[in-house]
């Protein structure tokens, strides 16, 4: 059960040691400006590989779960399917249903763990494969691979790391269930922390927060919703930034305190942020620079 392209590399594993006999997706959808209908990146290599595609709406309906049922399964492996499975599925498979999950648990549980704990400014991360009960990413652990966040990721360069890193660590778990060595760990609830569906609120920059706060919030909203401002009372998306030396007086947070060829300096509650590469609204992707100069942008004006 899977649906986006980071759950791809664990189908990929998972066809090339097991027999698999059914992937579950979410159903097409339309895309691109002209609206027509795409399949899911898990769907077009389950086809390539000659394997059944089952995309119910709700995996929960009685007639999806008695699709599932008549599959009889060994197991389920769920990676990014973006639905909380009922009990009814959950007690279908002999040996339960495991989840490849992007985070250090019991950290980041949740749709959006990548996300969010760039966004915070985590120096690691990792992939937990978990058996999976009846609440959000709360059973037992069974495999654990860890791996750092860089100064220069963002949530899309540890997608794609994380990606790879699901489909070994579930080769691993595979291995060890196979020979009889996968061993539980319960989480402790306690140190459990949450990471939420994106909405594009979440990009909305508060300028009166610290210059590191405002950079991990553009790297962890990269590359959707985007960690975004108002500029001349039109929306402007950071795209990339980096801490600035510039000295600022108390209170100016929001202001352009500096324009040059190296990007656009924001005065933050704390420190200096230079914006680096922005899209504004209805525009592409360009250079700050390159931005501040088609708009005669100086310092002085404020983003709010």
């Excluded at 691109?32 to 995996?59: H, L, N, T, W, Y």
Aim: charged content about 25%.
């Amino acid at each position: 059960m899977g649906t986006p392209w980071f759950a791809v590399s664990s189908l990929e594993a998972l066809a090339e040691v097991e027999d698999v006999t059914l992937v579950l997706c979410n159903p097409d959808r339309p895309a691109g400006r002209g609206r027509s209908m795409a399949s899911p990146p898990v769907k077009e290599e389950a086809v390539r590989r000659g394997i059944p595609v089952f995309q119910p709406d709700k995996a929960r309906h009685p007639d999806a779960v008695a699709r599932i049922a008549a599959e009889a399964p060994d197991l389920i492996v769920v990676v990014a399917y973006g639905h909380i499975l009922p009990k009814s599925i959950l007690d279908i498979p002999r040996l339960g249903c495991i989840n490849v999950h992007a985070s250090l648990l019991p950290k980041y549980r949740g749709a959006a763990p990548i996300n969010w704990a760039v966004a915070r400014g985590e120096t690691g991360t990792g992939i937990t494969i978990m058996r999976m009960d009846e609440g959000m990413d709360t059973g037992p652990m069974l495999h654990v691979r860890e791996m750092p966040i860089r100064e220069e990721d963002t949530a899309e360069t540890m997608f794609a790391k994380l990606s790879l890193l699901g489909a070994e660590a579930l080769r691993e778990a595979l291995r060890k269930l196979r020979e009889g060595t996968l061993g539980e760990t319960p989480q402790d609830a306690a140190l459990a922390t949450y990471a939420p569906m994106l909405k594009k609120e979440h990009g909305r920059i508060d300028w009166s927060r610290p210059a590191g706060e405002i950079r991990n919030l553009v790297r962890g909203m990269t590359p959707w919703p985007s960690a975004f401002a108002l500029h001349a009372g039109k929306t402007l998306k950071v795209l990339s930034s980096a801490i600035a030396a510039e000295s600022v007086p108390a209170g100016k947070y929001g202001e352009i305190v500096a324009v040059g060829r190296d990007g656009v300096s924001v005065a933050c509650g704390e420190g200096v942020l230079r914006l680096q590469s922005v899209q504004p609204e209805g525009g592409k992707a360009m250079e700050a620079w390159a931005y501040a100069q088609g708009r005669r942008v100086e310092a002085g004006e404020r983003l709010s």
